[in-house]
Structures are given as C-alpha cells and as structure tokens.
C-alpha cells in the first residue's frame, strides 16, 4: 500500500456522501435531508464540503447508513485536522 500523500487534503465526508453513497442509494436528497433531521440547505452544504459532519450528525449518518458513527467522524478529523496544520504552518 502507498502513503498517503500528505500534501494532499483528504476527502471531506459530504464528498464521500455526494459522490459515492447517496447516489448508490437511490434515495433523493429531501428524503436523505428528513431521515437525517436537517434541512435540505444543510445538506446541501453538507455535500458541498461547506457544513462539518458533527459527532451528532455522524451518529444520524451512522444509523441510517448501517455503518455506525466513526467512520464519519475520523473522516471529518482528518480533514479539519490537514486544514489546521495547513493554516499554522510556518
């Protein structure tokens, strides 16, 4: 396996979901936006890469996705985490 290239931001979880999951799914996103609780605006800055996924937020995206609520979390870790190195580098 390749390292990750660290210069490289990794994926945001909305991207994740806009790309890959929710299109496999089937479902539109007004129904995704009610089976999560949120607003169709939030997921659309969600999916936009503007909106964070939070620990509540992963634990919707958890329960309606069957996959449980850390994948979401270390996703959204990683990514702030890239940024916020990036931004107080030297």
């Known amino acids: 396996m390749m390292p990750?290239?660290?210069n490289r931001?990794?994926?945001?979880?909305?991207?994740?979901?806009?790309?890959?999951?929710?299109?496999?799914?089937?479902?539109?996103?007004?129904?995704?936006?009610?089976?999560?609780g949120i607003s169709c605006q939030s997921l659309d800055e969600l999916l936009?890469?503007?909106?964070?996924?939070?620990?509540?937020l992963a634990?919707?995206?958890?329960?309606?996705?069957?996959?449980?609520?850390?994948l979401w979390i270390r996703m959204q870790a990683a990514h702030d985490d890239w940024w916020a190195r990036r931004n107080n580098a030297p």
Do not use: W, Y
């Not at 634990?59 to 850390?70: H, K, V, Y």
């Open 9 to 36: 931001c990794p994926t945001h979880p909305g991207e994740l979901l806009r790309m890959d999951v929710f299109p496999a799914s089937g479902i539109d996103a007004p129904e995704i936006a009610q089976a999560l």
């Open 59 to 70: 634990e919707r995206l958890g329960q309606l996705l069957e996959n449980g609520p850390d």
């Open 48 to 56: 936009a890469a503007r909106k964070p996924v939070t620990p509540d």
């Open 4 to 6: 990750r290239d660290i």
